[in-house]
């Protein structure tokens, strides 16, 4: 089953034409990592999906819900708002700077949205917190304020907090590259538990072994475009772009 | 006349300085929300870059600011008079210093809250947006409660200044306390009322120091 579909996404911020006919699939309890260089879109197509920003022109289709299609003049149009937020619900995204809040306990952090959103008890939404942070590692957290963790627990409870809400596909922009360096395995950790429970997830990274040992799928983008797109073994292997080549060879030292 | 004697006279223009000081915050504070809404307000009916919300509340906030508060207190006690002739019944002094200052602090106000309402970084908004929530739970679980802490010392520096001013209330004889300092002071020729005054609102800041202080220290249970 496909859990998200988008075709031909254009996406400019005035002059500055970022997505450049973007193209991509993702099935059911797969992995898909996005690499590229910084500046190439990668957040901005995340962006796109998860209905932080919106695409001047395309498709995108998530879990057969119809986000947005084009027009015959070829012009996005959104669907209704009733059905935005309820495609939302499918989606949770995990960000470079965390952004949890920081007036909340970590409890908190992450039963505001279960209990607001989904109206759950505030019983059941403890219990579900409760689980999730024991999963997390994060086990006795529960009290503590997200000024009192380190950033990799900090990113570990806005994983849990996204979780959470039962999303059917997980969304990660850079997860790890706010984190001193010691710190990025903890998440991967996670993130490779999440995979081996086969969660369907969205991963834009820098960590070039994750995207090899761990996704299904890899693209490879520049400068608005998808310049790869296959297994990684054909990305990084069989590679056969030359930019692709030449980024590769800067991030990734081949194990 | 004893210190006894002068405090118990001065106690009612006590009792009127704590009214309008209240009376002011309790209005000023959510008017002053209000107002930085409208002040931050992106609407433009007519495209383009006139935003009529924003560019009303700008003019309103600068005059607020650009007048003396004294001026003000006098155009909203006179100014019916003199506009409309309607006649000044002594009843309305306490209203007139009343709406002078909240909508003069409302306007002070209105600043603070902005300039907090921006320093709140744009992910707490995304990620509110995300989970879910619409944009009132956004504002009013996520954003406000960030903010107020944000501007409380701004808001201690307001409300310092508001227990001195409203001695300015004096101009149209409303009976707060420094107005009964000054009546007693000519008719005793003593200045054991002034210092009485002093003291009163010494300590009346003393407590308001205290009291944000306080919250301050509630509030401070996460960076
Ligand atoms: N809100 C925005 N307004 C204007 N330009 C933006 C905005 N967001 C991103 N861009 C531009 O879009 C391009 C792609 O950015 P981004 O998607 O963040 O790339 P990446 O995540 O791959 O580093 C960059 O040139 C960036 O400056
Ligand atoms: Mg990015």
Redesign the pocket.
């Known amino acids: 089953m496909k859990m998200i579909e988008a075709n031909n996404l254009k996406k400019s ?2 002059e ?1 034409e ?2 450049k006919n973007i193209s991509l699939e993702v099935d059911k309890g797969d992995v898909l990592a996005i690499i ?12 796109c999906i998860t209905q932080l ?1 919106t695409v001047d022109s395309g498709e995108i289709i998530i879990c057969g819900d119809t986000l947005v299609k084009n027009n015959e003049q070829g012009k996005a149009v959104y669907s209704s708002k009733k059905d935005k937020a309820k495609i939302s619900r499918h989606l949770g995204l995990v960000f470079q700077s965390f952004n949890l809040f920081p007036h909340f306990s970590v409890m908190r952090n992450i039963t505001e949205a279960q209990r607001i959103v989904l109206g759950k008890s505030k019983q059941e939404s403890e219990e579900t917190a409760v689980e999730l942070l024991k999963k997390m590692g994060l086990a006795g957290k529960e009290n503590a304020y997200p000024c009192e963790l380190s950033g990799g627990q900090q990113q570990r409870v806005s994983i849990a907090r996204a979780l959470a809400l039962n999303p059917d596909i997980l969304l990660f ?2 997860p790890t590259s706010a984190l001193d360096p010691e710190l990025t395995g903890e998440i991967l950790k996670v993130m490779r538990a999440l995979a081996a429970e086969k969660m369907t997830m969205v991963v ?1 990274t820098h960590e070039m072994l994750f995207a090899k040992n761990v996704a299904d799928k890899v693209i490879f ?1 520049d400068n ?1 475009y998808i310049i790869e797109n296959g297994t990684p073994d054909d990305v990084f292997n069989k590679t056969r772009n030359e930019r692709t080549k030449a980024f590769l060879s800067r991030y990734y030292s081949g194990e | 006349m004893t210190i006894q004697n002068i405090i118990s006279q001065l106690g009612e223009g006590m009792l009127k300085t704590c009214l309008l000081f209240f009376s002011t915050l309790i209005i000023s504070l959510p008017l002053g929300l209000i107002i930085s809404f409208g002040r931050m307000s992106k609407w433009a009916p007519f495209g383009g870059k006139f935003k009529p919300l924003s560019l009303i509340t700008r003019l309103y906030i600068s005059i607020m600011r650009g007048t003396p508060l004294m001026l003000q207190i006098m155009v909203v006690y006179f100014g019916p008079y003199y506009l409309f002739g309607i006649k000044i019944s002594a009843s309305y002094q306490i209203y007139a210093a009343i709406i002078a200052f909240a909508i003069n602090y409302a306007a002070y106000f209105a600043e603070i809250y902005r300039g907090g309402i921006e320093s709140i970084a744009q992910g707490q908004y995304e990620a509110a947006h995300i989970l879910g929530f619409s944009k009132n739970q956004t504002f009013f679980r996520i954003i406000l409660p960030q903010v107020m802490k944000r501007i409380l010392p701004s808001v201690t520096n307001e409300v310092i200044t508001l227990v001195k001013d409203t001695s300015l209330a004096f101009v149209i004889a409303y009976a707060e306390m420094f107005t009964m300092a000054k009546r007693i002071a000519a008719k005793e020729t003593s200045m054991i009322p002034f210092v009485v005054a002093g003291v009163f609102y010494y300590v009346f800041n003393l407590i308001v120091a205290l009291v944000m202080n306080g919250i301050e220290k509630k509030m401070s249970y996460y960076k």
């Open positions: 911020f005035g500055n970022v997505l590229g260089p910084s500046g190439s879109g990668k957040s901005t197509l995340l962006r920003e922009d850079e834009v983008m608005g």
